[in-house]
Every structure is written in C-alpha cells, then in structure tokens.
C-alpha cells in the first residue's frame, strides 16, 4: 500500500517551454501532497506544499509564478515548470502524506528528471 | 527552525562489516524522525521512523536506529552490510503539530559504498 507515482519519469525540452509534472498517489487519499527539487548529489529541498482544494504554500526563494502547483484531487498533484530554463534541470520528488494515527508519514514518488535545452 | 546535520557525505564500508551513519538534528521540541535511503535515479524509500516510546526503532532490511535526546542524535546502524545497501542516504526531522502541516528537512545525505 501507500504507493506513489509520477508521470513522467523524465523529460527532455527546450528552453522557453512548460512542462507538466503529475504525483498520483495510487490506492490511498492524499490530503496534501508536496513537491521537492533535487539537484545532483545534493539533498532535497521542499518546494512547495499542495493541499487539496487550495492554493499551495511555497517555500521562501520558490518562484510561485514558474512553478504552477495544482492540487485539484485526493489522488492528484501537478507541478508545471513555466518558461523552462537550463538552470531548471533537476530531479523533481513528490510525496502524498498519509494519516497514521496521530502522526502522519510521507510517501515519495519515483521522481521525475527534467533536462531543459 | 529545524536542522539535520550528516557529517558523513561519503562512507565506504567491506560487505559482511557493521555500519553506522550519523544524524545530528536542532529542533526545539520532540522531533519526528526519519531515514530514508535513495538508489541512484529513485524516489525514497522509508527506512525507518520515529515518533515516541522505545529509542531503538527498527526498520526494513535489518536496520535499526536509535535516537538519543541527550545527543539530539538519530544514528542508523546495521550489524552486516550487503552489496545491495549501497545507496544514499537520508536522514530528516518532521516539524509541526500531530495533524499539522508537517514539514520534512533533510540531511545533506550519505552515500555508502559497499566493496567485496
């Protein structure tokens, strides 16, 4: 159980392009999803935090405008990088939180690779 | 703010030899725990966790951690190491209330390698 996905699990496009992230949280509901970059041999960094149904909280030095996050669904999350740069290329890592009692854990995604030309 | 130091980047360590992978964390209350691990290219897989009660947690694949307040250390250990734990891996603190927006820091990670 508690399975993650992310589609796709890499992409390659030109500067100046969007590209569309999705974080599906396969067989359990997601009340809030959130969105981490990681850049090679580096740790990660939140990004932003996607609730269900609002407007997700990004976190400071994130660019609210460049990175669109939609949370649309218990089960949906997407990230879209607008107006892609080469300083974007990262690795992207969702995570659905799931509710454990009184505590509540995070499950990762497989991540998604974006290379920008 | 909440912090975790891994003052280890990188760990070589013989298959069949015990490990131990520091974690060090600031937090100013009780802190909730993690250790993930990350093959090349992967997501995280959770090792273990820890909430509250027993300071030895155990995890998958035989590992274990123990947290000690007193240090504000979240040591990962394994008695034996396979070729297949080479990875990186990931200590994190959560922060927030019990249904809060919990909030995960990582570590700046370690990466172990494993050789014959």
């Known amino acids: 159980g508690a399975v993650v996905s992310q589609h796709p699990s890499w992409v390659i496009c030109k500067s100046g392009t969007s590209v569309k992230i999705e974080c599906r949280s396969l067989?359990?509901?997601?009340?809030?999803m959130f969105w981490y970059r990681q850049f090679p041999k580096q740790s990660l960094m939140l990004m932003a935090t996607?609730?269900?149904?609002?407007?997700?909280?990004?976190e400071q030095g994130v660019e609210k405008d460049k990175f669109l996050i939609n949370h649309a669904s218990l089960t949906l999350s997407t990230l879209t990088v607008t107006s892609a740069h080469p300083e974007d290329s990262s690795f992207y890592i969702c995570?659905?939180?799931?509710?454990?009692?009184?505590?509540?854990?995070?499950?990762f995604g497989p991540g998604t690779r974006l290379t920008v030309l | 703010a909440q912090s975790v130091t891994q003052p280890d980047i990188h760990i070589t360590v013989s298959e069949g030899a015990s490990l131990e992978l520091r974690c060090n964390y600031s937090?100013?209350?009780?802190?909730?725990l993690f250790w993930y691990v990350q093959s090349p290219g992967q997501g995280l897989q959770l090792l273990l966790k820890?909430?509250?009660?027993?300071?030895l947690v155990q995890g998958i694949k035989g590992f274990e951690a123990e947290f000690k307040r007193s240090q504000s250390s979240f040591n990962l250990r394994k008695p034996s190491v396979h070729w297949s734990d080479a990875a990186e891996y990931f200590c994190?603190?959560?922060?927030?209330?019990?249904?809060?927006?919990?909030?995960?820091?990582f570590g700046t990670g370690t990466r172990l390698t494993i050789i014959p």
């Open positions: 995570s659905a939180r799931v509710l454990a009692g009184f505590h509540n854990e995070q499950f």
């Open positions: 067989d359990f509901q997601a009340t809030t």
């Open positions: 996607s609730n269900e149904g609002s407007k997700a909280t990004y």
């Open positions: 937090y100013g209350a009780t802190p909730y």
């Open positions: 820890y909430f509250s009660g027993d300071t």
């Open positions: 994190a603190v959560g922060a927030g209330s019990n249904f809060g927006n919990e909030k995960l820091t």
